[in-house]
């Protein structure tokens, strides 16, 4: 595992932030404090400026302080490298309409960046890794198709993929997929959330209504949506 000391190059002190400093360096540093910490953490998870009565930061302050308080640190090589992608990503794109994606996409076009910046420039990993995530996420399940007769029951043995909580519907959005990577979804209450206790990659024999089929609005996939589920059996994960 190749592992590079990052650098620190800051120009142009002229108030309390640092003035420019390199990009992809920049990132990098974002990068290995999220993977330090387990998850990027927004300001909105923390108290003000990121100081909150227990002492959580955001990911934004934490990269702050390191290049206000320099110290030597060993990054992995693959670091660099998906840094490295990140400004491609933005620099190349298409000229975006949203605000936040717009300014991500100026910062790219230049080498080193205002410090005054920093907080798009660490928002920059996350929107770029959720961004693979679905596009990875579509790209394996592009041939699911329709399954069952809308108004009918039938029996499905599904693999269960994940659940969100929707705060709007005050629910959560279940998706299996069956053994053909056919998407299948329902919409389930915090109730029978913890009364099923199904963990994800669990195998489920169940029976169930075929409410719709719909294609997704953003990514035009094809799901089926069931409801009035009654269980057969829960075989467990396989992996």
Request: with cysteine; net charge neutral.
């Amino acid at each position: 595992m190749k592992v590079r000391t990052m650098a620190i190059t800051i120009t142009d002190k002229t108030d309390s932030y640092p003035g420019n400093t390199d990009l992809v360096t920049l990132i990098a540093r974002a990068i290995w404090q999220i993977e330090t910490d387990g998850g990027f953490i927004g300001n909105s998870n923390t108290g003000y400026r990121g100081d909150s009565a227990h002492g959580v930061q955001s990911t934004k302050d934490k990269v702050a302080h390191y290049y206000n308080n320099p110290v030597e640190l060993g990054v992995d090589e693959a670091i660099y490298d998906e840094a490295h992608k990140i400004v491609k990503y933005f620099r190349e794109m298409a000229t975006p309409t949203k605000d936040f994606i717009l300014e991500c996409h100026n910062i790219a076009q230049e080498p080193q960046v205002s410090m005054k910046k920093i907080g798009f420039v660490v928002a920059m990993v996350p929107t770029y890794r959720k961004t693979i995530e679905i596009q990875n996420y579509n790209k394996e399940y592009e041939n699911s198709d329709y399954v069952g007769i809308a108004g009918k029951r039938q029996n499905f043995f599904v693999k269960f993929l994940e659940k969100r909580f929707i705060p709007n519907n005050d629910s959560y959005l279940y998706t299996f997929i069956d053994r053909r990577k056919n998407l299948i979804k329902t919409w389930v209450t915090s109730e029978k959330d913890e009364a099923w206790e199904w963990n994800v990659n669990d195998c489920i024999d169940l029976d169930a209504f075929v409410r719709k089929h719909e294609a997704n609005k953003f990514s035009g996939l094809r799901e089926t949506y069931i409801n009035r589920i009654k269980l057969i059996e829960n075989k467990g994960s396989t992996t």
